[in-house]
């Protein structure tokens, strides 16, 4: 929970962002995968993609944020 908070802040505030990403990315992935593998029930597999978009999202963060 702590890293959700900590993250969002970062990254919504603008400073340290690329760790925000970090921290984001470190708890959805795994989260990601234990809870939403079942891609047979249609709730699960739209949660997945859901999740895969966000996880997009924050690797576009952190490969902006990294050039400048």
Known sequence: MVLIAVGSALVVSGWRSRLGAVLLLVFLVPTTLLFHGDVGDSGE??????????VAGLLLLVEQDSKG
């Open 45 to 54: 597999r739209i949660q997945l993609l859901k999740n895969l978009a966000i």
